[in-house]
């Protein structure tokens, strides 16, 4: 079965510094998508980022990148210069691909809780 | 404002009530998800709709649950006889038509939080 696993339940980080929150995954198919998302405490889901099994690059949008280590099953969020308004929950997912049919359902890791520190 | 919305955004009811929650989707996408979240946990997945069509529904969803998306447009989640358990956020998400890779990303509205009494 699918699963995503996220370590750390929380971390802190000074403003303006860079930090890495880690996501590991499991699947035996071939094909998947990996997204980032954030959660601030107002509880909308907002997406981050994407990268895909066969991207060759790490995926990049502005402050956000993907550190995506496919032997490693690792697909971790570098955040750079951190701001205040970074402070909030962070989740990782996986799309899961049905053969039959793709349904394209996320399955989502427990969330890393990431507080920006002045 | 284009995004996905949701009403109501909270929602108290008593055990045994019946609630219904209503999703508005990015209005050229023609797949529509909703999820459940419980305090300290991720989303997970109940149900997905392509157009009208409900395509896949998860063991979570009990009998008491029931989505339907009449006009492939707005969807509906109704929970008969709430249980305290049912005491969640309800996120609805859309996406548009797959094409594979970024394109299937799915874009979360606000939520409906429940509370069950």
């Known amino acids: 079965a699918q699963k995503i696993t996220q370590t750390q339940p929380g971390m802190f980080v000074q403003e303006k510094e860079a930090v890495t929150l880690d996501c590991t995954y499991d699947?035996?198919?071939?094909?998947?998508?990996l997204f980032w998302y954030k959660q601030p405490s107002s509880g909308e889901m907002i997406f981050l980022i994407y990268?895909?099994?066969?991207?060759?690059q790490n995926a990049t949008e502005g402050r956000y990148s993907l550190n995506f280590q496919k032997a490693r099953k690792s697909a971790n969020l570098v955040i750079s210069a951190s701001q205040l308004g970074d402070s909030a929950m962070y989740f990782c997912?996986?799309?899961?691909?049905?053969?039959?049919?793709?349904?394209?359902?996320?399955?989502f890791g427990t969330g890393t809780l990431l507080a920006v520190q002045p | 404002d284009t995004g996905v919305s949701q009403d109501p955004r909270h929602k108290i009811t008593k055990r045994g009530q019946n609630v219904t929650f209503r999703c508005d989707p990015i209005?050229?996408?023609?797949?529509l998800y909703w999820y459940r979240q419980t305090l300290g946990q991720g989303p997970e997945f109940l149900t997905y709709?392509?157009?009208?069509?409900?395509?896949?529904k998860s063991r979570l969803l009990s009998d008491r649950f029931s989505a339907e998306r009449p006009k492939g447009s707005f969807s509906t989640l109704e929970i008969q006889r709430t249980e305290q358990g049912d005491s969640a956020m309800y996120l609805c998400?859309?996406?548009?038509?797959?094409?594979?890779?970024?394109?299937?990303?799915?874009?979360f509205g606000p939520g409906t939080r429940l509370t069950v009494l």
């Open positions: 998400a859309s996406s548009p038509r797959g094409g594979g890779g970024g394109t299937d990303t799915q874009y």
């Open positions: 699947t035996s198919d071939p094909s998947y998508g």
């Open positions: 990268q895909g099994s066969y991207d060759q």
């Open positions: 997912a996986m799309r899961e691909v049905n053969y039959g049919g793709a349904t394209n359902k996320l399955i």
């Open positions: 209005s050229e996408h023609n797949r």
């Open positions: 709709f392509q157009n009208e069509a409900q395509l896949e």
